[in-house]
T-cell receptor, first 112, second 112 residues
Framework: AQSVTQLGSHVSVSEGALVLLRCNYS??????LFWYVQYPNQGLQLLLK??????LVKGINGFEAEFKKSETSFHLTKPSAHMSDAAEYFC??????????FGAGTRLTVKP | DTGVSQDPRHKITKRGQNVTFRCDPI?????LYWYRQTLGQGPEFLTY????????KSRLLSDRFSAERPKGSFSTLEIQRTEQGDSAMYLC??????????FGPGTRLTVT
């Protein structure tokens, strides 16, 4: 079964600064990996997903993530934070058998 | 494509009452999932349908919970004899494959 750990429940950056949200997974086989964003009182929106193709995955809103098997990591980055990026971000992993498991989430705050 | 919709968006009920939530998936999606999300946590898997068949249920889905998808389109999640611990956001997602899930806005349940 997959398990997902997100390091840092809160991350605060200044507008224009690099965003780095960390995610590590635990799996005996390379999983499918996802990043979702959730704005207050809304559902989850898919930012990007890794499905065993290119290890560097580009998503919406300028976000990207890199799958590193040796580090069992799938960290989310964005070169320059925007105020509208302030939200909760969830990393998730699945073996492809309808067993998607989510991390506890990281709340991103963007300071002006 | 109007996205996944859920109704109601908010529900306040007294302990011991029954509640029912509805999810309408994206029309061509044969897979439908229910999740529960409590404050400060990521979504937790409850159950999964492929067409009208309920193929997987989490241990979180106690006897008081029941889900249906009678015609393979919309789904309902019923909670009987609600308890305060049932207060959470209930999320529905749909997809065409096991690594594709599009989420609805959720139903926030408050049990008083």
């Amino acid at each position: 079964a997959q398990s997902v750990t997100q390091l840092g429940s809160h991350v605060s950056v200044s507008e224009g600064a690099l965003v780095l949200l960390r995610c590590n997974y635990s799996s005996s086989v390379p999983p499918y990996l996802f990043w979702y964003v959730q704005y207050p009182n809304q559902g989850l929106q898919l930012l990007l997903k890794y499905t065993s193709a290119a290890t560097l995955v580009k998503g919406i809103n300028g976000f990207e993530a890199e799958f590193k098997k040796s580090e069992t990591s799938f960290h989310l980055t964005k070169p320059s934070a925007h105020m509208s990026d302030a939200a909760e971000y969830f990393c998730a992993a699945s073996s492809g058998n309808n067993d998607m498991r989510f991390g506890a989430g990281t709340r991103l705050t963007v300071k002006p | 494509d109007t996205g996944v919709s859920q109704d109601p968006r908010h529900k306040i009920t007294k302990r011991g009452q029954n509640v029912t939530f509805r999810c309408d998936p994206i029309s061509e999606h044969n897979r439908l999932y229910w999740y529960r999300q409590t404050l400060g946590q990521g979504p937790e898997f409850l159950t999964y349908f492929q067409n009208e068949a309920q193929l997987e249920k989490s241990r979180l889905l106690s006897d008081r919970f029941s889900a249906e998808r009678p015609k393979g389109s919309f789904s309902t999640l019923e909670i009987q004899r609600t308890e305060q611990g049932d207060s959470a956001m209930y999320l529905c997602a749909s997809g065409r494959s096991s690594y594709e899930q599009y989420f609805g806005p959720g139903t926030r349940l408050t049990v008083t």
